[in-house]
């Protein structure tokens, strides 16, 4: 019995996720915070939005820059850890 509510439940989540997507009952788009607030105080005070230095949000480079951070990251962990080579005892029996 109990059973058979939370298969209900959960068919009723699913129904109602694909018949009501958010984007038809909210019509007005969000502005995020860059554009309503910082944007704002920064025309209040002279200042424009300027283009970035280096572009990350076309293409993938956004991407490898994450990539190459976990990777990296990983590798400060993993060195820190006994299991690294060098931190290992050694295995010769000689």
């Not at 129904?15 to 025309?43: F, H, I, M, Q, R």
């Not at 990539?67 to 590798?75: I, M, Q």
Request: glycine share 6%; hydrophobic share 45%.
């Amino acid at each position: 019995m109990k059973s058979k509510k939370i298969i209900f439940l959960g068919l009723t989540l699913v129904v109602l996720n694909y018949c009501l997507p958010l984007s038809a009952v909210c019509k007005n788009k969000w502005t995020g915070v860059d554009e309503s607030v910082v944007e704002k105080y920064a025309k209040e005070h002279g200042r424009e939005k300027q283009k970035s230095l280096i572009d990350t949000d076309q293409g993938d480079l956004l991407l490898y820059v994450f990539l190459l951070a976990v990777v990296l990251g990983g590798f400060i962990w993993w060195s820190s850890t006994p299991m690294a080579p060098w931190r290992r005892p050694s295995m010769c029996l000689a």
